[in-house]
Structures are given as structure tokens and as C-alpha cells.
């Protein structure tokens, strides 16, 4: 996994889904076209930080990657739901049947919420949402919905082990973003990548490397969306994983 991260070239596949958000980037004229979303991830990010007064189990970006076996075998159970609203089985789910989940899971959000978080997942824009678009777009929703500061709040995603696996992601992110602006830099990353120790540093070009990565629309910053994205990508969950097929 180390490796994974270590080598000065991007993975191919990161580059696809490099190549896939640039496209939809250009295609709707503006970067900031998911401003209002971001900005909602970032307030609760803040927040979240305050909260934990600095506390974190990760020591190290290598603290970060030894959970990635983890992290991939309790996303993977996400398969269930994604194939349970999959109604046509084409791989996809489209807006219909997202609301649908949604409704079903009781997860309430406003109607420009639900289309915003669809949008911003659906990176190829192909007006459905993939199994790794999907992870992504539960962790946002789980960010948005089950952070709240109400003690009495109850659970929405019936699943105490995806539960922690999200709680243990946004940590991973927070752990990364040093100054609490709900949003990495570069400087952020430089100083993970460095944490080791003296001689385990990363070379300057890999860190930038690596960045690059992560920072899709090329404004400096990586958002939690954008870092999900690459995440999933590092942990080696694709869109069209494991996808029996129906009535074999």
C-alpha cells in the first residue's frame, strides 16, 4: 500500500477519474458549480474539528494507509444497497431511484440538496450513479445528516460497522487538514506525507504528485469530495466491482 503512494507516477485509474472530473469541470463552465454543496461539507468539517479539541488516532498519512484493507472490506458491504436500488440492474442508480433510497432509509433532505449530491458524484456525468459514486455520496450524505449536534439523534445508515468506517474516513481527513479549514492544501499534505519520521520524508515532487491527485479543479484545495474520490480509488474499489449478474 505504502508503494501505492510512494511512486512519483499517478495511478492509471486516478487518472481517468482526473481526466473524467476535468471534463465535467469544462463542460459546465464552472468549478464553483458545486460551491453551495462544498461550502455545507466544509461548516460541518470546521465544526467537527473544534469538537475533537485536536484528538486523532492517526499519527501519520502510513497510520492512514495501514486502515485501507478495512476501509475496503466495510465499503464493500454497501454492495447490498447499491444492487437493492439498482431497480433495472444497469449498473447505475439514476435520480428516481436514489430518492427512493433515500426516502426508504429516512435520510431527509431538502430537494436541491438531493440533486446537488447527485451531480456532484455522478463525475462522468452520465445521469447515474456508479457503486464507487455511491459510496461516496453516502459518506457525504452520512457527513451532512448524522453529525448533528443533537444528542438524541438516532441512526440512519443501519450499520454500525459502515457507521465507524465513515466516522474513521472523516477522521482520516481531519487528521490531514492542520488548520481546520474544512479543505487541504498543499502545505496540509507536505506536512502528512513528512510525519514518518526525518529520513522517510517523500520526495518534494512525489508530494506534489500526490496532491495533483486529489486536486481535481486545480484551485490549490481538495475538497472532502475530492478526497473521498481518490481515496476510494487508493483502497482499489472500482465502479464496476463484483456486479453479478442477475437471474445467472
Request: charged share 30%; proline share 4%.
Amino acid at each position: 500500500m505504502k508503494d501505492s503512494l510512494g511512486t512519483s507516477q499517478p495511478c492509471p485509474s486516478l487518472k481517468s477519474l482526473t481526466s473524467k472530473l476535468g471534463g465535467m469541470l469544462h463542460r459546465c463552465g464552472s468549478p464553483n458549480k458545486y460551491k453551495r454543496l462544498d461550502a455545507k461539507l466544509e461548516k460541518k468539517l470546521i465544526e467537527l474539528k473544534r469538537s475533537s479539541s485536536g484528538k486523532t488516532n492517526f499519527k501519520s498519512m502510513n497510520s492512514i494507509i495501514m486502515r485501507f484493507p478495512q476501509f475496503k472490506e466495510e465499503l464493500k458491504h454497501i454492495r447490498g444497497v447499491f444492487e437493492q436500488y439498482d431497480e433495472d440492474a444497469n449498473g447505475n442508480i439514476d435520480m428516481k431511484e436514489l430518492k427512493k433510497c433515500l426516502q426508504n432509509l429516512q435520510l431527509n433532505l431538502k430537494e436541491e440538496e438531493v440533486e446537488d449530491l447527485f451531480h456532484s458524484c455522478d463525475i462522468d456525468q452520465s445521469e447515474g450513479i456508479q457503486f464507487n459514486e455511491f459510496i461516496v455520496l453516502l459518506c457525504l450524505i452520512y457527513l451532512l445528516v448524522e453529525h448533528s449536534s443533537s444528542p438524541l439523534r438516532t441512526s440512519k445508515m443501519g450499520s454500525p460497522e459502515l457507521e465507524a468506517t465513515f466516522d474513521t474516513i472523516i477522521k482520516a481527513f481531519l487528521f490531514l487538514d492542520k488548520n481546520g479549514a474544512g479543505k487541504l492544501n498543499k502545505k496540509d499534505m507536505i506536512k502528512a506525507l513528512n510525519e514518518d519520521s526525518p529520513w522517510e520524508k517523500s520526495p518534494t515532487h512525489i508530494t506534489r504528485s500526490r496532491f495533483k491527485e486529489m486536486d481535481w479543479d486545480r484551485n490549490g484545495k481538495v475538497s472532502f469530495r475530492e478526497f473521498l474520490f481518490s481515496l476510494i480509488d487508493w483502497i482499489g474499489i472500482d465502479a464496476d466491482e463484483e456486479i453479478p449478474v442477475k437471474g445467472s
